[in-house]
């Protein structure tokens, strides 16, 4: 039986854990570029039970159910996991779970919601965790989800190849102590065509850009992101009742 692969970033977000949950939410790059241009893709969420897969430090699994929301809320990190459940308490239903592998503790179409952020970029092949998104997710419902842009990944890396899915390793220095993370980047071909084979049908596209707000708070990030994109959103819908 071949051994089981440990998740990529594991090992970063257990040190990244505690000043993770702590700067998450004033981050430039996430306070300005990726939640808003996420948040703006959701339905209304009272009343929907919602997966929150890569949940993180829990911003995300705190924002649904201060509206309204049933959520679970699944993560690979311990560490991280315990951040989640030092915000939100008894509010959300939080599991440690990998998402390269199958999330048979999800009952089939019990969900009206998927929210996956910035987590995909750390899952090889897509095909088997969308398919089990799409299991999961009752008739017609949505999944969003955000993920790194590759023209952000080519900068960064300008020997890659755009159309190949490789591996990468970025250094973090926003949180304090320098540190590694390796992630895997693809093409925007490889991200939709993704989503379409797995029964998904896309219904909006984002590349956020930077604001007045970034302009004020990093005129550094500002200058790289008016003209290079870091992040993408997508809203897509199951396509089957």
Known sequence: ????????????????????AALIDDKVENACFERPATLSLLPHVGGMRVLDAGCG????VEWLVERGAEVVGVDVSPKMLRQARNRVGKRAELHLADLGRPLTFLKDRSFDLVLAP??????????????????????????????????????????ANYFATGLVED???????????????????????????????????????????????????????????????????????
């Open 1 to 20: 039986m071949p051994r089981k692969r440990k998740p990529i970033a594991l090992d970063a977000y257990e040190k990244l854990a505690e000043r993770y």
């Open 57 to 60: 430090s829990g911003r995300y």
């Open 118 to 159: 910035l987590v995909l970029d750390y899952v090889e092949d897509w095909a088997p965790l969308l398919s089990e998104f799409n299991r999961a997710l009752k008739g017609f419902g949505i999944l969003v989800f955000s993920c790194g842009h590759p023209f952000s990944a080519l900068e960064r890396h300008p020997d």
């Open 171 to 241: 250094c973090w220095r926003g949180f304090g102590e320098p540190i590694v993370v390796p992630c895997y980047r693809r093409s925007v071909g490889a991200i939709l065509s993704s989503l379409l084979d797995a029964g998904f049908a896309l219904e909006r596209f984002l590349e956020p850009q930077a604001g007045e707000e970034v302009r004020k708070r990093d005129p550094d990030a500002f200058k790289r992101r008016s003209r290079l994109p870091s992040f993408i959103a997508v809203r897509a819908r199951k396509t089957t009742r």
